[in-house]
């Protein structure tokens, strides 16, 4: 679903009158566009410090000692900033079990992003621009996987990893997370790859040119914003899973987020422990997320049905 | 011709090359494992025997998987609605505003972080603690500004030779009291700190009338004698005093600094001196968010904090393509800004708001990570649902026939939403 902003018709009116913009404006809308501005932008303004305050508020906590978090709230630390220290932070470093985490959630993530991305484009192209008897069932049958929750999958593939003798570890992960994000990238990339002009297309089969060669030239750098937004996507979102390592790691292989949920069951919620962990797995994301805010927002807004 | 053909050919196999390990992939992961969950919830917990639909029959008959599925249901009701409505809120608001994409960036943050982050971060917001959550304290705080706290709460009599009475009804004076000899309130249950810096050793108060004196009848380090003010002992001041006669109240007045009090127009006696129960209520402690009966409102508190921002972003995105004058031709006919936004708006942005609104169900169907990760231990069971039960009940419990039960029903129930998806494809291909 794409939505395309159409240019403004012109405006109508009646011979041997001109267009009057409307200058009277009545009632609500005349007191609105009024106090409008100022009223509108400080409730703006509240609403985003509201939405803030979460975040804010763990931040803090997790710059504050023990014996302060569990006597006061994190807001005090506006009329006492000597509470604030960085020692948890400091413990976070020493902190095997976390940092080993960490490092577990990047080899999991990108290997699944890279495997998502190259596997998807290939089919998305084979499904955009290669004519085969049943393509248009192929696709379907991709969308529809789309919203499959992944507990149906999750038994079976458990006993296959096992199998095979991955399971908990990371390529059992990697594996899951590539076949759960294959429908999505799939079908985002498809769509993009469809909208490429069909002459450029022609042109380079003409020039003799190899299907791959096609791909590559033509097909990928075209498509380069549609990749950027998948694999954003993507990687926050294997990042940010916790259901997956749940099931199919186990400690040594488990990516941060199991971690900390390790940590929030042994210290119940002990902010001075989770509070950096969640904050440290959150910087990640969030640079990510400002870094490339367009391309993430694009990505979510064209999966919006995942 | 022939070349045409060979051509075709090679295209079709290279088709296969490309698709291949795509296809092949989804096929042994997600394709197969469908059919074999099925198959499994047709068999007993470790898969041996078959048994039917016996799992089936099992799980809508306990009372777990009925409590999980009604959860889900009022997350469905309700969540997705509230996001959307909220979106479409702040995306009207918002349009044509210059801190829109401010507003827009920080609303979507949330996206971005797990939702592992979200519940320790909201696990802080809901702390049960006014001294440590941020909502009770708000709370708290809102509540105290209009009925304030009480000054010692928790105190009370050592033991029934001078005052008598219960937290609830206040405490009276045992004995009458009479003008000329102070009476002794003696109290105790009251941690030092809570006793004012300003308060003076205890002493009743001097001059005509009824008379006498509310204090801390505890000494640092033991020693002293019990209902007597010793040395050391401190005044309890601020105390609300009253003076009962036949069971009439007479006079109220409050205690002093030394924690004395006197009744100046009292002479005679004998009267009945009370410390009404006000004095010694428990504070307001807020509200117990995270307890088994608030947890799912607050749980979908914490989603519709993440997902705010994606339902604005999506509304605004369909606000600015709407034809202005579509909205200008009704607003020079005459309508009213709120006729507009119902006659005109929502109808051309129903399409978005539909694709926000199923997005969301279907998010909401598979709900886990947070309810997994906000929802304390005490209050698992009040919060489950359906693929939180699956989880539990495949690797807690190992029953392996009844988690696929309920991983089929899950599937069952996102099965409208992929036939909506499929037509809705179907419809828009060229």
Redesign the interface.
């Given at each position: 679903?794409t939505?395309?902003?159409?240019a403004?018709?012109p405006?109508l009116v009646p011979a041997g009158t001109t267009a009057r913009p409307?200058t009277t404006r009545?009632?609500?809308?005349a007191v609105?566009s009024r106090l409008g501005?100022t009223v509108?932008?400080a409730?703006?303004?509240l609403?985003?410090l509201l939405?803030?305050?979460?975040?804010f508020?763990?931040f803090i906590?997790s710059l504050r000692g023990t014996a302060d978090?569990?006597?006061?709230?994190?807001?005090t630390v506006f009329a006492q900033p000597s509470q604030l220290t960085l020692t948890n932070y400091e413990n976070l470093l020493h902190n095997q079990n976390v940092l080993g985490s960490l490092w577990n959630t990047v080899l999991i993530t990108v290997p699944s992003t890279v495997l998502v991305v190259v596997?998807?484009a290939?089919?998305a192209?084979?499904?955009a621009w290669?004519?085969?008897p049943g393509?248009?069932w192929?696709f379907?049958v991709?969308?529809?996987?789309?919203?499959?929750?992944?507990?149906?999958?999750?038994?079976?593939?458990a006993k296959?990893f096992a199998r095979i003798g991955i399971y908990g570890h990371i390529p059992a992960v990697v594996?899951?997370h590539?076949?759960?994000g294959?429908?999505f990238a799939?079908f985002l990339l498809r769509n993009f790859f469809?909208g490429i002009p069909r002459d450029l297309v022609d042109a380079a089969r003409m020039d003799g040119a190899?299907?791959?060669t096609v791909?590559r030239r033509v097909a990928v750098p075209i498509a380069w914003p549609a990749v950027a937004s998948l694999a954003i996507f993507q990687f926050?979102w294997v990042?940010?899973?916790?259901?997956v390592a749940?099931?199919f790691s186990r400690a040594e292989s488990a990516p941060i987020?199991y971690a900390?949920?390790e940590q929030?069951r042994a210290f119940?919620?002990n902010?001075d422990v989770?509070?950096p962990g969640?904050?440290v797995?959150?910087l990640i994301?969030?640079t990510?997320?400002f870094s490339f805010?367009r391309y993430?927002?694009q990505g979510?807004?064209a999966g919006?049905?995942? | 011709m022939r070349r045409r053909a060979r051509m075709d050919t090679e295209?079709?196999t290279?088709?296969?090359l490309?698709?291949g390990?795509?296809?092949l992939?989804?096929a042994?992961?997600?394709g197969?494992?469908?059919i074999?969950?099925v198959w499994?919830s047709l068999h007993s917990a470790d898969g041996r025997r078959f048994v039917g639909l016996r799992n089936y029959i099992d799980m809508f008959t306990a009372d777990e998987t009925r409590h999980a599925i009604t959860n889900n249901v009022v997350w469905v009701v309700v969540a997705p609605t509230v996001v959307t409505v909220a979106g479409l809120i702040?995306a009207v608001?918002?349009e044509r505003?210059?801190?829109?994409t401010?507003?827009k960036?920080?609303?979507?943050?949330?996206?971005?972080?797990?939702?592992?982050?979200a519940g320790?971060?909201?696990?802080?917001?809901y702390?049960e603690s006014?001294?440590?959550?941020?909502l009770n304290?708000i709370i708290v705080a809102a509540h105290d500004t209009f009925s304030p706290r009480s000054p010692y709460p928790g105190a009370r009599p050592r033991n029934g030779d001078l005052l008598t009475g219960t937290t609830d009804t206040g405490y009276r004076t045992v004995d009458p009291a009479v003008s000329g000899t102070p009476a002794r309130l003696p109290l105790v249950g009251l941690a030092p700190d809570r006793v004012p810096r300003d308060a003076a050793p205890a002493a009743a108060a001097t001059g005509a009338g009824l008379t006498g004196v509310v204090w801390l009848d505890f000494t640092r380090g033991g020693g002293g004698v019990a209902n007597q003010p010793d040395l050391g002992e401190r005044g309890l001041p601020g105390v609300t005093v009253e003076a009962w006669q036949d069971g009439r109240l007479i006079a109220t007045t409050r205690s002093d600094v030394t924690g004395g009090f006197r009744f100046p127009g009292l002479t005679g006696g004998p009267y009945t001196i009370q410390l009404p129960a006000n004095n010694f209520t428990q504070p307001y402690a807020g509200v117990s968010w995270l307890g088994p009966g608030l947890i799912t409102p607050a749980l979908i508190g914490s989603y519709i904090?993440i997902w705010a921002?994606?339902a604005m972003?999506?509304v605004s995105?369909?606000l600015?393509?709407l034809?202005?004058?579509a909205l200008?031709a009704a607003?020079?006919d005459?309508a009213?800004?709120?006729q507009v936004f119902r006659r005109v708006t929502v109808p051309l942005v129903r399409?978005?708001l539909v694709?926000?609104l199923?997005?969301l169900i279907?998010?909401v169907?598979?709900i886990?990570?947070l309810v997994?990760?906000l929802a304390?231990e005490s209050s698992q069971p009040s919060a489950n649902v359906v693929?939180l039960q699956?989880?539990r009940v495949?690797?807690n419990r190992l029953d392996?026939g009844m988690?696929?039960a309920?991983?089929?029903l899950?599937?069952i129930l996102?099965l409208p939403?992929?036939l909506f998806?499929?037509r809705?494809?179907?419809r828009?291909?060229?």
């Open positions: 679903m939505i395309t902003p159409t403004p018709p405006v409307p009545r009632g609500l809308r609105l501005g509108i932008n409730v703006i303004t609403i985003a939405w803030l305050v979460p975040t508020g763990l906590a978090n569990s006597a006061s709230g994190w807001w596997l998807g290939f089919a192209y084979a499904l290669i004519d085969f393509r248009d192929v379907i991709v969308v529809a996987l789309i919203v499959v929750p992944v507990q149906v999958a999750i038994l079976p593939d296959l594996l899951f590539v076949a759960f294959l429908p799939v469809i190899g299907e791959f791909f926050l990042w940010n899973d916790l259901l749940l099931v987020t900390l949920r929030m119940s919620s902010v989770i509070g969640a904050f797995s959150m994301p969030l990510v997320f805010q993430f927002v979510v807004l919006s049905v995942k | 295209r079709r290279l088709g296969a490309f698709l390990p795509a296809v992939v989804l042994a992961l997600v197969y494992p469908i074999y969950t499994l702040l608001l918002s505003v210059r801190m829109a401010a507003l960036t920080v609303l979507f943050m949330p996206m971005a972080i797990s939702f592992l982050a320790v971060t909201f696990r802080l917001v702390d006014p001294d440590r959550g941020v304290a904090w921002g994606f972003v999506l995105a369909g600015s393509a034809p202005r004058e200008e607003r020079v005459g009213s800004e709120w399409p978005v694709v926000v199923v997005t279907i998010n169907l598979k886990f990570d997994y990760v304390p693929a699956m989880y495949s690797f392996y988690g696929s309920l991983a089929v899950l599937f996102v939403a992929m998806n499929i809705r494809l179907r828009e291909r060229p």
